[in-house]
T-cell receptor, first 116, second 114 residues
């Protein structure tokens, strides 16, 4: 089965606080890809990062960082020193390598509100 | 500019009418996708196409139809058979294969049935 779970439905933080968004995935494929997308109030999903299953190095991009752990099937996303512009819904997604063609599986999203 | 366009941004439909949502991309992507998003829910796949003149049903294809006559275009028709069509519809495109495959999204169409 292919599945992505984002257990945190809504999170509120005060500006400048750090926040971590959790993502747990399920797949039997040995090759797969994980993604994070941001959906601001305008509605368009904005691609943030792609990670393949063979690369467990953590990645940092400015205030954003991602922690990929195959042992726990997690791909968590941390925003450091949050800003009001970070307020959005964030989706984690899984693309299995071969078992289901090119289909992506999305979590239900985490709505982040950053309070000024 | 390269990207994905969807039109219209807002669409109102009377019950019993078919409506067609437009999706165009100039990214030279082979694959295109249609998703439906309901409030507080994730994205659910309606249809996808990996190549011109071919498409497959996703998880919730009933009441929808698509065509892929051109690489750049993947219109979605919401038919009267769709019982609850009010939702936000997102179109995406991608390479479709390979380790660099990523789906890129359009701005969406918000459909409301009156």
């Amino acid at each position: 089965a292919q599945k992505v779970t984002q257990a945190q439905t809504e999170i509120s933080v005060v500006e400048k606080e750090d926040v971590t968004l959790d993502c747990v995935y399920e797949t039997r494929d040995t090759t797969y890809y994980l993604f994070w997308y941001k959906q601001p109030p305008s509605g368009e999903l904005v691609f943030l990062i792609r990670r393949n299953s063979f690369d467990e190095q953590n990645e940092i991009s400015g205030r954003y960082s991602w922690n990929f752990q195959k042992s726990t099937s997690s791909f968590n996303f941390t925003i450091t020193a949050s800003q009001v512009v970070d307020s959005a819904v964030y989706f984690c997604a899984l693309r299995p390598g071969v078992s289901t063609g090119n289909q992506f599986y999305f979590g239900t999203g985490t709505s982040l509100t950053v309070i000024p | 500019d390269g990207g994905i366009t969807q039109s219209p941004k807002y669409l109102f439909r009377k019950e019993g009418q078919n409506v067609t949502l437009s999706c165009e991309q100039n990214l030279n992507h082979d694959a295109m996708y249609w998703y439906r998003q309901d409030p507080g829910q994730g994205l659910r796949l309606i249809y996808y196409s990996q190549i011109v003149n071919d498409f497959q049903k996703g998880d919730i294809a009933e009441g929808y139809s698509v065509s892929r006559e051109k690489k750049e275009s993947f219109p979605l028709t919401v038919t009267s058979a769709q019982k609850n069509p009010t939702a936000f519809y997102l179109c995406a495109s991608g390479l479709g294969t390979g380790s660099t495959d990523t789906q890129y999204f359009g701005p969406g169409t918000r459909l409301t049935v009156l």
